[in-house]
């Protein structure tokens, strides 16, 4: 499956314009602690979060993620939106909260890792 | 050891917005050396959380790295307040951070863990009101195949 997909089925909002969607996602991983994801995410998967600050996007990069899904409808700052397309790292938005958020990917045929 | 690559990276306290510069720089260097995958994430996890230690908790400090063709060992040095008790640090779970740190998603007691089980070799010494220097080695072969 890969982030267009996944874009298009859960209606996301992409903040970042102009990074390419067209990646496959392996699987994903939700936490809002960050060395939680540096130890236990794994490369290419979908990363649910509702931390906003820049700092999501040096764990994405360096732990090669897919992309980052906030969810409950909360707004990256602007310099967390510049940084994620520096960085290649997509960001999308959702309303839904967590719980369903996830529920749906895991229908959508996602697994974890 | 004909092959051996040295840098230095400086790290300033509090500077959240370049958090996680020093990491990814030593990340490109490994890609670009061509280190296996499994290695440069490793070696990435674990420079990550010696960073935004630095970041979190010091006024300033420096990441040194040093790769052979044998390994890769970085030494993180940090003017801070120090560790009063490092077995205690190194308690999953444990954190000293403020609650401000918490909010940002740092400070789930998992960084020193998380460098221990990333590397090979590690090592913490701390002296109070000085600063922590924090070291750890990376093998890039096999400790059997590097004997032999």
Redesign the interface.
């Known amino acids: 499956m890969n982030l267009q997909e996944i874009m298009t089925n859960l209606s996301l909002e992409v903040k970042t314009p102009g990074l390419n969607l067209d990646r496959e996602v392996t699987g994903g991983y939700v936490?809002?602690?960050?060395?939680?994801v540096?130890?236990n995410a794994s490369?290419g998967n979908i990363w649910i979060?509702l931390?906003i600050?820049?700092?999501?996007v040096?764990?994405a990069?360096?732990?090669?993620l897919a992309g980052i899904i906030l969810v409950n409808n909360r707004r990256p700052d602007e310099?967390t939106i510049t940084r994620a397309v520096a960085e290649n790292i997509p960001l999308m938005t959702s309303d839904l909260p967590t719980f369903e958020l996830v529920g749906r990917l895991y229908a959508l045929g996602l697994r974890c890792r | 050891m004909n092959n051996v690559e040295e840098g230095v990276f400086f790290l300033t306290g509090k500077d959240f917005t370049n958090a996680g510069a020093a990491s990814s720089s030593l990340k490109g260097v490994l890609e670009k050396r061509g280190v296996p995958q499994d290695i440069i994430r490793r070696t990435a996890i674990a420079a990550f959380e010696a960073e935004m230690n630095v970041i979190i908790y010091a006024v300033a400090g420096m990441m040194k790295y040093r790769i052979t063709d044998t390994e890769i060992s970085v030494t993180i040095q940090d003017m801070g307040q120090g560790i009063p008790n490092i077995e205690l640090a190194m308690t999953e779970g444990y954190s000293t951070a403020p609650d401000y740190i918490r909010e940002m998603g740092f400070g789930s007691g998992m960084g020193l863990p998380n460098i221990k089980k990333s590397t090979d070799y590690f090592v913490i010494n701390s002296m109070i009101g000085e600063g922590t220097t924090l070291e750890f080695t990376i093998h890039l072969i096999p400790c059997d195949k590097e004997r032999a």
């Open positions: 936490s809002d602690l960050l060395s939680d540096m130890g490369q979060t931390q600050h820049l700092n999501i040096a764990v990069s360096l732990k090669g310099d």
